[in-house]
């Protein structure tokens, strides 16, 4: 099992900055790939950003020049520098993660980035 912990979400104005982190513990030796998803009520989770084990970045359409994510999977930790933040960026943000030969996901409990406009 891996588990993973969110933190820094909260309250933010559109055009400002956030940053989130999520730490990995438990089974890590092997995981492949950290991200970020979010959600909100009635919608599908969507990816935000994700890492992969070599380095390679993917990110979303809508959040490609404004955020980033940094991090090494080898050392279980990601984060998410989210810029230019806008009132659409408001949902529950996830931190994922993956590992080599077991064919699960692994999430966090989620945090809260709200955007006022």
């Known amino acids: 099992q891996v588990r993973l912990v969110e933190s820094g979400g909260g309250l933010v104005q559109a055009g400002g900055t956030l940053r989130l982190s999520c730490a990995a513990s438990g089974l890590v030796s092997s995981i492949r790939d950290m991200g970020w998803y979010r959600q909100v009520p009635g919608k599908q989770r969507d990816l935000v950003a994700i890492i992969t084990s070599s380095g390679t970045t993917n990110y979303a359409e809508s959040v490609k020049g404004r955020f980033t994510i940094s991090g090494e999977t080898a050392k279980s930790t990601v984060h998410l520098q989210m810029n230019s933040l806008k009132p659409e960026d408001t949902a529950e943000y996830y931190c994922?993660?993956?590992?080599w030969g077991d064919g699960m996901d692994y999430w966090g409990k989620g945090t809260l980035v709200i955007v006022s406009s």
């Open positions: 994922y993660s993956n590992r």
